[in-house]
């Protein structure tokens, strides 16, 4: 048995998921906002001879949100340098806008609403034409408009469901722009973690039988055949339906095609601000949008190289969660025994949660250079042990005792990318548990 077999000890195999229809990859492309001409849109309607910013107020340059924004290294619309509010719309008329969430828990949304006196200056530049956490536009609205009408769809959550895939792809033939937005679209986030049980079926048995709550109305109400909701019920006024829920939790671009990715669970609210900016200037002023494909808000760097703490590569003789320990200020976390995926994360956000003392998680994806997070980062836990240098004497046996104190390793080296691995999902062997 190996390493990785004793590790998991569970009787999991993978296999790759049946690949919806596979779509441009949101690479990180390093470009700036003016890189090279739209690629995803309509040419924009250039008026030459106005270029000024429509803003009620001048453009002040705002401080720089977190230490990532270190211009020349940044990717897209990172840089801090938008003015307090975004700009209004021309005489002309203003961009269409949607927000649309898919699997999400709303975290992206309020992200959204974290743009603080901005939000109201959304509502100058943009007509809101779908939100459903909160503006009105229903999907008939959505269906009556023309194709590409809207011009950006900001999209997001892990698709999992048959109204997410067919809301999407509405979306996608009614928009120029799409954006996939928070890491559960990028990545799959935590609903792709559910790629890890048989599927829907086991998902749907284990919450409407086996729950504590559910497992009692069950034993109240129907001892002698558990309910579990059905797609479709014959009422007397009709037949009520509801949307199917799938076995494979996808990304959005395994579904649809995406022009820009936008990590962070949930995004940073400056990189919400530059992205719709970039869009206004693009629709209303000639700005050139970044090179479809574009990652925005990351750097092309771990999130190691921009985080405060200082790393001397300690070697792990044991494993803390950060409960655990008195966690010393300006000390890197992993030299204190707490795994941290920054090594293995593309930086971008600053560091927000081990500036606070908690590890990296990986929420903003891997490098470009990095395929599979969490093997990366099995790679960089494998360095740190003592097996190779002055202390021989920590052997395979020692490491597996090691890790062993990580009680889920799929779900804590996946938490955010299970949707992108290679690991598509765990089955279970015939005759298996
Ligand atoms: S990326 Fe995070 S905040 Fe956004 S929907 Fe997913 S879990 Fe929620
Ligand atoms: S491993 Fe984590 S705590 Fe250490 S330097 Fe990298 S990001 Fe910072
Ligand atoms: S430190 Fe890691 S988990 Fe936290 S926001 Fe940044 S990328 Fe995400």
Not at 150 to 168: D, K, L, P
Not at 224 to 235: F, G, L
Not at 239 to 255: A, G, N
Not at 384 to 402: H, K, Q, R, S
């Amino acid at each position: 048995m190996g390493f990785f077999d004793k590790l998991f000890k569970k009787n999991e195999k993978t296999e790759a998921a049946p690949a919806a229809e596979p779509k441009a990859e949101p690479v990180s492309t390093k470009a700036s906002i003016q890189a090279e001409p739209p690629k995803a849109a309509e040419p924009a309607p250039a008026p030459a001879e106005k270029k000024e910013c429509c803003c009620k107020e001048e453009p002040k340059a705002a401080p720089a949100a977190a230490p990532a924004a270190a211009t020349e290294e940044t990717v897209g619309l990172q840089a801090a340098d938008l003015g307090e509010l975004l700009p209004g719309a021309p005489a002309g008329g203003k961009i269409k806008l949607a927000i649309y969430w898919a699997a999400a828990c709303g975290g992206c949304d309020v992200s959204i609403l974290d743009t603080n006196e901005r939000i109201l200056t959304i509502g100058d530049m943009a007509d809101i034409v779908m939100w459903p956490i909160a503006a009105d536009g229903k999907e008939k609205d959505i269906e009556a408009m023309e194709d590409g009408e809207i011009t950006v769809s900001i999209i997001s959550g892990a698709i999992r469901s048959s109204e997410n895939e067919h809301m999407v792809k509405l979306l996608r033939k009614k928009s120029k722009i799409v954006v996939a937005y928070g890491t559960c679209a990028c990545f799959g986030g935590s609903p792709a973690l559910a790629n890890l049980v048989s599927g829907a079926d086991e998902i749907l048995d284990y919450v409407y039988t086996k729950t504590p709550s559910s497992a009692n109305f069950q034993a109240d109400y129907h001892a002698d055949a558990p309910v579990i909701p059905q797609t479709s019920y014959q009422a007397p006024e009709g037949e009520l339906t509801i949307p199917v829920l799938y076995d494979v939790v996808k990304t959005l671009d395994q579904v649809i095609d995406v022009d820009y990715s936008v990590p962070g669970c949930p995004p940073l609210q400056e990189t919400i601000s530059h992205m719709l900016k970039a869009v206004a200037d693009f629709a209303y002023n000639g700005v050139a949008l970044p090179p479809k494909g574009t990652m925005i808000g990351v750097t092309t760097k771990t999130l190691c190289e921009e985080c405060s703490r200082k790393k001397e590569n300690a070697r792990i003789t044991k494993i803390y969660e950060p409960h655990e320990v008195d966690v010393k200020d300006g000390v890197c976390l992993m030299d204190q025994g707490i795994l941290c995926l920054g090594p293995a994360t593309v930086g971008g956000c600053g560091g927000r949660c081990t500036s606070a003392g908690q590890p990296c998680r990986g929420c903003y994806g891997p490098t470009e250079d990095v395929q599979e997070l969490g093997a990366s980062m099995f790679t960089a836990v494998a360095s740190l042990f003592p097996v190779l240098d002055e202390d021989p004497t920590c052997g395979e046996d020692e490491i597996i005792e090691i890790m062993k104190e990580v009680k889920d390793p799929l779900g804590y080296f996946y938490a955010f990318t299970l949707g992108k691995s290679l690991i598509k999902r765990a089955v279970k062997e015939k005759g298996g548990q």
